[in-house]
């Protein structure tokens, strides 16, 4: 029988400690580089907060990884996640959850999410690494998706794959869409 997974916020505390350690910066020095203040640091390292996905991002760019570097627990020889289960990420500005279902490794560059969204606010997302790209797969509902410049309509089963590198957003047109997003980082 497998072992319990560790509770998300458990799991995004080790990972951040693990990560500013590698780079060897201080919380101070990783609140300057990331924006976010030093005492919403201690408290994420301390597991006591739950970071929003831009927190996550800003970190994971002040720390040069990818933002699954943060979320994901450590990897079992096969590798479950039940619906509804996973380590679940709400933005701050938008009706839109992510859940980890798999972070690539140092050769593999991807992660793949769960993403779930309602309609109303957009999640909008800031340019990734150079070179990053996404790849989303609708399995319900409406949504746009894509560079400012470039949005398109995806219904159930529709694909579409667009620069990571330039700002883009993510936009639900129908309750209860969901998609699966693959991000490619070079």
């Known amino acids: 029988m497998a072992p319990e997974p560790a509770p998300p916020l458990v799991v995004i505390a080790a990972a951040l400690r693990r990560e500013r350690q590698r780079v060897g910066i201080s919380l101070a020095e990783l609140a300057r580089r990331s924006g976010v203040a030093e005492s919403t640091l201690t408290e994420v390292e301390a597991a006591r907060a739950d970071p929003s996905v831009e927190t996550l991002w800003s970190l994971g760019r002040a720390l040069g990884v990818p933002f699954s570097r943060l979320v994901e627990p450590p990897r079992a ?50 340019a990734h690494a150079p070179r990053s790209a996404e790849h989303v797969v609708v399995a319900a509902g409406r949504l746009r998706v894509g560079p400012e410049s470039d949005l398109v309509e995806l219904g159930p089963g529709d694909y579409a794959m667009f620069p990571g590198d330039a700002p883009h957003r993510y936009e639900a047109l129908q309750p209860g869409t969901f998609a699966v997003l693959v991000m490619e980082h070079p």
């Open 77 to 126: 020889p096969v590798r479950v996640i039940r619906a509804g289960e996973g380590p679940r990420v709400r933005s701050e500005h938008a009706d839109f959850t992510g859940t980890l279902l798999s972070a690539g490794s140092d050769q593999v560059r991807r992660d793949v999410y769960l993403i779930e969204l309602e309609p109303g606010a957009v999640r909008t997302a800031e």
